[in-house]
T-cell receptor, first 114, second 118 residues
Framework: AQSVTQLGSHVSVSEGALVLLRCNYS??????LFWYVQYPNQGLQLLLK??????LVKGINGFEAEFKKSETSFHLTKPSAHMSDAAEYFC????????????FGGGTRLMVKP | GAGVSQSPRYKVAKRGQDVALRCDPI?????LFWYQQALGQGPEFLTY????????KSGLPSDRFFAERPEGSVSTLKIQRTQQEDSAVYLC????????????????FGPGTRLTVL
């Protein structure tokens, strides 16, 4: 069974500061990993995906994530936070069951202070 | 349309009422998923369709939940005799095809239907 753990349900940073959102996964097979962002009253938007082509993955809006197999981690970072980054972020892993269903972490709410 | 659409966006039901939630996936997408997102939590898998076939319904919380996709495009999630614990956002997602390539694992989400059961 797959599972995803996001440490820190709330993260607060100042505008311009580094953003680090943590994600650890457990999977019996090499997974595909995703980060999604959810703005209030909206659906999930894909930020980036790990495809095994490279361990450092660049996504939209300046976000990137590094896959570390030894640590079973896929942490999301952004060098400089912007006010518009305030949202809920979800890490997810897909597998081979149920047509590639996604298993999500509990989410991390990012707050950006001016 | 260009994306996944869902209707209604908001639904308020009295306990015991039946509700029907609609999902229009991206045209041509074979795979369709329903997820339930409780307040402050991540989405949880409910059920999966490949075309019109419901291949997995292991996430449906009770037999009051029923989903269909009769023509392999639009899907409806029906909840009978709603209970307060059914209050959540119901998300629909579609993807191109099942398969091993990562492009088949990427899912596109609709805006969700927020269900409130009083």
């Amino acid at each position: 069974a797959q599972s995803v753990t996001q440490l820190g349900s709330h993260v607060s940073v100042s505008e311009g500061a580094l953003v680090l959102l943590r994600c650890n996964y457990s999977s019996s097979v090499p997974p595909y990993l995703f980060w999604y962002v959810q703005y209030p009253n909206q659906g999930l938007q894909l930020l980036l995906k790990y495809t095994s082509a490279a361990t450092l993955v660049k996504g939209i809006n300046g976000f990137e994530a590094e896959f570390k197999k030894s640590e079973t981690s896929f942490h999301l970072t952004k060098p400089s936070a912007h006010m518009s980054d305030a949202a809920e972020y979800f890490c997810a892993v897909s597998g081979v069951n149920a047509g590639n269903m996604l298993t999500f972490g509990g989410g991390t709410r990012l707050m950006v202070k001016p | 349309g260009a994306g996944v659409s869902q209707s209604p966006r908001y639904k308020v039901a009295k306990r015991g009422q039946d509700v029907a939630l609609r999902c229009d996936p991206i045209s041509g997408h074979v795979s369709l998923f329903w997820y339930q997102q409780a307040l402050g939590q991540g989405p949880e898998f409910l059920t999966y369709f490949q075309n019109e076939a419901q291949l997995d319904k292991s996430g449906l919380p009770s037999d009051r939940f029923f989903a269909e996709r009769p023509e392999g495009s639009v899907s409806t999630l029906k909840i009978q005799r709603t209970q307060q614990e059914d209050s959540a956002v119901y998300l629909c997602a579609s993807s191109l095809l099942p398969g091993q390539e990562v492009r088949f694992h990427e899912q596109f989400f609709g805006p969700g239907t927020r269900l409130t059961v009083l």
